[in-house]
């Protein structure tokens, strides 16, 4: 090996082929590179649990900062705890006034928003109420619609809004049908606020199913079983965790031709029986 190879961080490997060493730390989840969010803020709307939690660790790894929000403010301080954010602020997502008063009061532009608040709403047609199912499609809708709304002087050009929406309900099926129609209606939304939206990036993320507490909450006793028969029958051979769908959510922030598009991260669960 020469002077500037080794400089370069440039190895040899057992068979004298040159290869190029990382130099940054692997991550928690095996090996995977991290990625450089150095000077970004992001903040994460559902951050004291699952998939939100995990992105956001996942920034504060890669260099980045966060703000975090959440409902109940004794988990937002167990995550601040973790993830010593430069901000967080406890309040309902879904409430209007709240959401836009939280924009405004952001101190500066910030890079990223993602949002991860909220969960399906399985709602059977024999037992439904119909102004809880009005109310679910609102607030999903309306919270997509308001965090565009609210956030569209206060994300730097290039940056991206990050939603979430899911494989599951494309599949038609009993108590599905809420789900469903937001998992058709938030593709069409992401597409068209990306343009609105321009040159500010907006992003889908769909997840099949994610081992997370809203997971074991849904399933109860039911979740190991859940799990492994997901491990037996994904072509992944592996259940998918929050540390996944975080990688893919950090990637979509880095990635400045990404935008307008919904990004699957499911491990195959769509082609499979459910
Ligand atoms: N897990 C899966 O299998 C899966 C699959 C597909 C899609 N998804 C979607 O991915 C998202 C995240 O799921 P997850 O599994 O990470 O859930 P999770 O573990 O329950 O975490 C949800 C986070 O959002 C916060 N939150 C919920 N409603 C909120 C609101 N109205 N305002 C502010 N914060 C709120 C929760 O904290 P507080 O309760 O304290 O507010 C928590 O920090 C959900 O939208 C879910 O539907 C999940």
Do not use: W
Not at 82 to 110: C, I, Y
Not at 183 to 191: D, E, F, R, S, Y
């Amino acid at each position: 090996m020469t002077g500037s190879e080794r400089n370069k961080g440039v190895r040899r490997d057992r068979c004298g082929r040159r290869c190029v060493v990382m130099t940054t730390a692997p991550s928690a989840s095996g090996g995977r590179r991290e990625p450089d969010l150095s000077g970004q803020t992001v903040v994460v709307i559902g951050a004291s649990s699952g998939i939100g939690r995990e992105t956001a660790r996942q920034v504060r790894v890669g260099g980045g900062q966060v703000i975090l929000v959440g409902r109940n403010p004794e988990r937002l301080r167990q995550a601040a705890a973790e993830l010593d954010p430069v901000a967080t602020a406890a309040f309902d997502a879904t409430d209007p006034d709240r959401l836009q008063g939280f924009f405004a009061d952001l101190p500066g532009q910030v890079d990223h928003v993602m949002v991860t608040a909220g969960g399906p709403p399985y709602m059977p047609l024999a037992t439904m109420d119909l102004a809880a199912a009005r109310r679910a499609l609102d607030e999903h809708l309306a919270l997509t619609l308001g965090v565009a709304l609210h956030s569209r002087d206060r994300v730097r050009a290039g940056g991206t809004l990050l939603f979430i929406g899911g494989t599951g309900g494309r599949r038609p099926g009993a108590g599905m049908a809420v789900v469903g129609a937001l998992t058709g209606a938030l593709p069409a939304l992401v597409a068209n606020l990306a343009l609105e939206l321009a040159p500010i990036r907006v992003n889908l993320i769909a997840p099949g199913f994610v081992d997370t507490p809203l997971s074991a909450s849904l399933l109860g006793d039911q979740l190991d079983a859940r799990r492994e028969e997901l491990r037996s029958t994904l072509p992944i051979r592996r259940v998918v965790g929050p540390d996944d769908v975080a990688a893919l959510a950090v990637h979509l922030m880095r990635n400045e031709a990404l935008t307008g598009a919904t990004y699957d991260v499911d491990g195959g669960q769509q082609l499979i029986a459910p």
